[in-house]
């Protein structure tokens, strides 16, 4: 199993541990969080990330497909 590289504080543990399979959440007033599970105790972990939506690992596939389509070329579209 792969370890993420977030980390976030666990009461139990009492000490910043590394979260497993974070997600993205929204709370009700529009701020994005990260959910996930501590990596030693395994009791559910949330972490504020602010006002943009977090990225989380994405496969290497995913990253070629962004660097293709994000490109604009001279006339100012996505071509």
């Known amino acids: 199993m792969a ?6 504080y666990d009461v139990k543990a009492r000490k910043n541990v590394s979260m497993i399979n974070p997600q993205p959440y929204q709370m ?6 990260l959910k996930g599970t501590s990596s030693e105790t395994g009791i559910s972990l949330f972490r ?6 977090p990225e989380t690992t994405r496969s290497k596939l995913d990253m070629f497909k962004k660097f293709f ?9 996505g071509c």
């Open 28 to 33: 009700k007033n529009g701020t994005w969080a």
């Open 69 to 77: 389509t994000g490109r604009n070329c001279e006339c100012g579209k």
């Open 48 to 53: 504020i990330v602010g006002k943009n939506k």
């Open 3 to 8: 370890m993420s590289s977030i980390k976030a």
